[in-house]
């Protein structure tokens, strides 16, 4: 059984999540008006791997005997300046996630709850992958500059990526073959 205010913090987070996801639809719709179908595709395989955050989370906090409460999600923004923006927005937005994982860690070890410290090691995790990947991409669409042929380049190669996660929730996040 989990203290409130960790349920309650648990509960901001799964929202903070789905935000997260909805930014990087949004981004993936931006990328995709932009007929950079490969940029489109990253972001939306990021879409898939928030909600995977966010169920991770809804499955623990009911796993543990509470309850979910899910919040109005705000909308994100819908435009940006470049691809370039939208990476730069990316980490900055990954920026404030972690430190509010790192809020729950915080909070989790206060409380001397050791099963919530040992879930959240994961996302503590996760993050330090989420903020390199950002900066990676910010890199190499600054060595780019305004070459619309290395721009493509790297759409082809953004393409490629595919979801390692389950994006099949009805069975649970924990699924087999992960």
Known sequence: MLKKEITDA??????????????YMSMSAYTNDLVLKGFAN???????EEMY???????????QGESVVLKTVDAPPTSFDSPLDAFE???????????????????????RD????IFLEW????????????GDMI????????????LLMMDRELA????????DFSKGVEQEGE
């Open 139 to 150: 890199a190499q669409l600054q060595m780019i500059g305004d070459d619309p042929h290395a």
């Open 42 to 48: 990253w972001f939306m395989v990021q879409y898939h």
């Open 89 to 111: 927005k990316t980490l900055a937005h990954e920026q404030v996630v972690t430190q509010s994982i790192n809020d729950l860690m915080d909070l989790a070890i206060q409380h």
């Open 10 to 23: 648990l509960n901001e987070q799964i929202n903070k999540e789905i935000y997260s996801a909805f930014l």
């Open 53 to 63: 955050h966010a169920m991770k989370m809804y499955e623990y906090i009911q796993s």
């Open 123 to 134: 996302y503590v995790t996760e993050q330090v992958e989420e903020e390199d990947t950002a």
């Open 114 to 117: 050791h099963a919530t410290k």
């Open 160 to 167: 490629g990526r595919a979801a390692s996660i389950p994006v």
